[in-house]
């Protein structure tokens, strides 16, 4: 298991390395990075059925097929954010078609989606899809399943939506 560790961090480490080469800060490395996960990485929901629908294909999984549903993108993105020195946390949500309040029991609650809180550095930038509440808040909330917007951008229909903020 170590070794099969290692070989997925050298996988990462060398694709986040050369999709960020050349780029200075971490705003633009982070949108690079995010923008290949999200165009590039082919939305995939085939591993959602079955017994094994509640694991993440692992991060060298989704590089090798490009194919990845919501929880691969977002396990995928981590790791080569982390790669080039940039903290994210998973966001557990439920992304309905229409709001549905949570109540007093998130861990009762549809669960349905992940995304992420990527932490980037304060450099005066205004971020318009900034987390407003929470252990995350002032991260920047990217969902890599929707090509719509870029990170830092808002998601169309994510405005108030409960989410469970996975991290330390």
Not at 53 to 77: E, F, H, I
Not at 124 to 153: I, Q, S
Request: net charge neutral.
């Amino acid at each position: 298991a170590a070794r099969e560790s290692e070989m997925d961090r050298q996988a990462v480490s060398s694709r986040a390395a050369g999709l960020s080469a050349g780029l200075k800060g971490p705003s633009d490395k982070a949108a690079k990075l995010a923008r290949f996960v999200q165009s590039e990485v082919l939305y995939d929901d085939s591993n959602e059925k079955g017994l094994d629908a509640w694991l993440p294909l692992t991060p060298k999984d989704s590089l090798r097929s490009m194919k990845a549903d919501c929880k691969g993108k977002v396990m995928l993105l981590q790791a080569l954010l982390a790669a080039v020195g940039i903290e994210s946390a998973p966001i557990l949500l439920n992304n309905p078609s229409k709001y549905a309040d949570w109540g007093a029991t998130p861990a009762l609650s549809p669960i349905n989606h992940v995304v992420l809180a990527v932490h980037l550095a304060k450099d005066g930038t205004p971020w318009p899809a900034a987390l407003t509440e929470g252990p995350a808040k002032g991260w920047v909330y990217f969902d890599p399943t929707v090509e719509a917007a870029r990170l830092g951008a808002p998601m169309p229909g994510a405005e108030g939506l409960p989410a469970l903020f996975v991290g330390g």
